[in-house]
């Protein structure tokens, strides 16, 4: 019963966060009320989030959204970001993290309100961009939940349509992700048995994501990208109150 629960939950997560990041918001309190301690879940759900992100950005690569060589001159960043975070995973308590991750989301989500940013042809990453992606993908690889709405809104700010800004979100998750993975192995918070059914569904979560995106219309994805940040933050306010 609980495989069957573990593969419903890396479902509704990764659909969730595929559409508008957080999926952590539904995946990381519903692993922990099953009883899987906070290491095993983060690390599950970095599993996890290698294969169904890189699915959906390859769905997003054939649909020409995006180009593989635009996306790979973000990989250093978020590989070098996810490998740090793992390491420092087990230094910086899970509050300060919260504390970090409730001002990043906040401040995002108003400047996103206030400047109502619109998109850009031709949109591309440039150097300032990438202490933010590395950035994020620190934050990605010692705790998580936001990570794929802050880049979402990064993407957003700069003019990224909202499907180009969702398959690099996918990108930099998939290579964050891999990189943070091998510290949570190491250090033997890593339950193949839980991660496998996570993965399962996540895949099969993201792949339906990624094929409704196209038939919905931006204002309501990003409608629901506002509406899940805010349940977020309200989330992370009262795990650290």
């Known amino acids: 019963m609980d495989l069957f629960i573990f593969t419903f939950i890396g479902f509704i997560a990764t659909f969730i966060g595929t559409l508008a990041g957080s999926g ?8 922990l009320m099953l009883g899987v301690p906070i290491h095993t879940a983060i690390a599950s759900a970095k599993f996890s989030n290698i294969f169904s992100s890189f699915s959906s950005f390859l769905v997003l690569l054939k649909e020409k959204k995006i180009t593989f060589a635009s996306a790979a001159k973000t990989a250093p960043f978020a590989l070098g970001g996810g490998i740090t975070g793992g390491l420092l995973a087990n230094t910086i308590s899970e509050k300060t993290m919260t504390i970090i991750a ?8 108003i400047l996103t309100i206030i400047k109502k940013p619109s998109e850009k042809e031709g949109a591309e990453n440039t150097k300032d961009t990438y202490p933010y992606l590395y950035g994020i993908g620190v934050y990605d690889g010692m705790f998580g939940p936001g990570q794929g709405t802050l880049l979402m809104f990064l993407y957003l700010n700069r ?9 690099f979100t996918r ?3 998939f290579v964050s992700c891999s990189g943070s993975i091998f510290s949570y192995v190491a250090a033997g918070n890593f339950n193949i048995s839980i991660a496998i059914f996570l993965a399962t569904g996540s895949i099969i979560g993201a792949q339906t994501a990624v094929r409704l995106a ?3 219309s931006i204002r309501i994805l990003k409608m629901l990208l506002h509406t899940i940040t805010v349940l977020l933050i309200i989330q992370l306010l009262i795990k650290i109150f």
């Open 159 to 167: 003019g990224f349509s909202y499907l180009k800004a969702m398959a």
């Open 24 to 31: 952590g918001l539904i995946g990381m309190p519903s692993l």
């Open 102 to 109: 409730v001002i990043l989301l906040c401040f995002a989500l």
């Open 214 to 216: 196209n038939k919905i």
């Open 171 to 173: 990108f930099q998750t």
